[in-house]
């Protein structure tokens, strides 16, 4: 029995490259592709968002002169990237899997729709949604919540380098105590920044919880869907 029947697995780009400055580490995808497998043979519907920012991240590229719509187009490419990786990775393994893109971008990618997308995690598919929402001035984090409000994932997995959520950086303040389980009204009144505000707002609204956990611990995931504690709950 696993505590969640549909997820969505929300990864960041720069957890992709492990101990690298650039680009995605061929060990660390490996990692998450045997985890996700893991969970897969449980028989858990999944569906995966990936960030970019080990590319490219269209706010920076904004601040160093790029236009803000060309920039988070580009972004938008970098996911597109680190989802055909993960998905090269996932087939290595024998897990069926599709990269679905908010642009088109046939060959690349199918099209998006939930359609598409519940016929596939149905028929035994990962389905890795890449290209953000397709639209500038989105975060793959937003990304993230409209996907798993779409597929009506039980939940939003946020696999992180941290293994939860605290009441100050834990990196930078060794005093910051750990949360188990936190409502959206606390991370708002907190200042938390787990999610981008806009992000954040659609889970709260449409009950979709996050659970936020350390991805770059093996096993991890599938701890997660056998509901130990390892990480922070946000709910209503």
Do not use: W
């Amino acid at each position: 029995m696993t505590k969640y029947k549909r997820i969505l697995l929300k990864l960041s780009g720069e957890s992709l490259m492990g101990m690298q400055h650039y680009g995605i580490d061929a060990q660390r995808l490996t990692d998450y592709a045997a985890q996700i497998k893991e969970v897969h043979d449980m028989g858990v519907q999944i569906g995966i968002v990936i960030g970019g920012g080990n590319i490219f991240r269209g706010l920076s590229g904004a601040s160093k002169g790029y236009d803000r719509v060309k920039g988070d187009q580009m972004g938008m490419c970098a996911t597109v990237i680190n989802s055909l990786a993960l998905s090269s990775a996932l087939e290595a393994q024998g897990v069926k899997n599709k990269v679905l893109t908010a642009i088109r971008m046939e060959p690349i990618g199918e099209f998006y729709s939930k359609g598409k997308a519940l016929e596939a995690m149905q028929t035994g598919h990962v389905c890795i949604f890449s290209a953000g929402t397709g639209s500038p001035y989105f975060t793959t984090d937003t990304g993230s919540s409209l996907r798993g409000i779409e597929i009506e994932a039980d939940v939003m997995l946020k696999g992180t380098r941290v293994d939860g959520i605290y009441t100050a950086d834990p990196e930078k303040d060794k005093s910051a105590v750990k949360f188990d389980e936190i409502t959206y009204d606390e991370i708002y009144t907190r200042g938390l920044k787990v999610m981008d505000l806009t992000a954040t707002t659609m889970c709260k609204e449409n009950g979709l919880p996050i659970y936020v956990f350390n991805m770059d611990v093996k096993g991890n995931l599938k701890r997660v869907m056998e509901g130990e504690k390892i990480g922070t709950l946000v709910h209503n």
